[in-house]
């Protein structure tokens, strides 16, 4: 099988901010992840559930409300689901005043991390693998998943725009760099599939992006 049709990455829009969560199909195997689970992912996947069966695991880019809001939905259908997060994500599964919930008047479930991740760790999904790239300036503890030429990105890159720097432990300076040096030494043609919006490539935004133009200009 080629490369490119080794590892399929689907995206579904869910929850109050409209958030991607990713199905990460190793499609030889049949086996597959699931990242980033909106408080209605168990609805926007029903399909899947009921054919493929469970993923193999959960995989969360960072702490946010609105991508961790399903974590404790799936463990309670799936308790023995390995659920990923980098260490510093733990605090945000477990309060909602930390992970922003509280902040607009939103309910958070909140869950808990079976295993931990962090910089350049693997994750296997059937015959493929994702790397860990530590990915600070949105969120404290947030990752970007890249594999097969692919990047989950998370909230730290957009079609168009970059993440938020004005949340607590966010930081202008420090996103800059993780685009700069994270993203944008990326091949050109990598697909990058944000956390929220339509997926695009660092080509298309290294040439029409103007925040990330800016960031790159500015940040030493």
């Given at each position: ?5 080794r ?25 597959w992840?699931l ?27 960072h ?20 659920v ?7 605090p ?15 309910p ?23 790397r ?18 692919q ?19 966010a ?50």
């Amino acid at each position: 099988m080629a490369r490119e049709e080794r590892l399929r990455i689907d995206g579904r829009p869910g929850g109050p901010l409209m958030t991607n969560s990713y199905r990460v199909l190793d499609q030889p195997t049949g086996v597959w992840a699931l990242v980033d689970p909106t408080d209605d992912a168990l609805d926007l996947w029903r399909v899947e559930l009921a054919h493929t069966g469970p993923p193999a695991c959960v995989l969360i880019t960072h702490g946010h409300f609105d991508h961790i809001g399903g974590v404790a939905a799936v463990r309670r259908r799936y308790p023995e689901l390995p659920v990923w997060a980098h260490p510093d994500t733990a605090p945000l599964l477990a309060d909602a005043r930390l992970n922003q919930a509280a902040a607009i008047g939103l309910p958070c479930e909140p869950a808990a991390a079976t295993h931990y991740y962090r910089e350049g760790d693997r994750v296997v999904i059937g015959g493929s693998e994702l790397r860990v790239i530590d990915a600070p300036g949105h969120c404290v503890g947030s990752v970007m998943l890249h594999g097969d030429g692919q990047l989950i990105a998370g909230d730290v890159i957009f079609q168009g725009g970059v993440g938020r720097w004005d949340l607590p432990g966010a930081d202008y300076a420090t996103l800059a760099r993780t685009i700069r040096d994270k993203v944008m030494t990326l091949p050109d043609d990598t697909r990058i599939f944000p956390g929220h919006g339509p997926a695009t490539t660092v080509g298309r935004e290294r040439a029409t992006n103007p925040l990330v133009r800016e960031m790159l200009a500015r940040v030493p």
